[in-house]
């Protein structure tokens, strides 16, 4: 069964910094594309940031961008989100994804785009605030 399990969410104040992990079970990592998304309450799920199967490629989301850094650990099978800098508009439950890479071409590349992702973890909640 391919399961992603998130860890490493809290509380934390804003202009602080945390570092989720992704740990995959099941599957290896190596062969995937991998991504971070959250959803805010009330709000729609967006897509934060992703990294190639190669780990050549990143992507952010304007919001994130300078602030978080995605990367990947194949041999320990786990991907992270480090985030710093963080401000009240980042609370989010924030779920990691994963899709294989079929091609070159798509393990070349990434999209934070959430249909392409189909294996997803439970959430783990960030919340920033004094």
């Known amino acids: 069964q391919l399961q992603l399990v998130e860890s490493g969410g809290g509380l934390v104040q804003p202009g602080g910094s945390l570092r989720l992990s992704c740990a995959a079970s099941?599957?290896?990592?190596?062969?995937?594309?991998m991504g971070w998304f959250r959803q805010a309450p009330g709000k729609e799920r967006e897509g934060v940031s992703c990294?190639?199967?190669?780990?050549?490629?990143?992507n952010y989301a304007d919001s994130v961008k300078g602030r978080f850094t995605i990367s990947r650990d194949n041999a320990k099978n786990t991907f992270y989100l480090q985030m710093n800098s963080l401000k009240p508009e980042d609370t989010a439950l924030y779920y990691c994804a994963a899709v294989r890479a079929m091609t070159t071409v798509q393990a070349m590349s990434c999209r934070v785009v959430s249909y392409e992702y189909d294996v997803w973890g439970q959430g783990t909640q960030v919340t920033v605030s004094s």
């Open positions: 990294i190639s199967r190669s780990g050549s490629s990143t």
């Open positions: 099941g599957f290896t990592l190596d062969y995937y594309t």
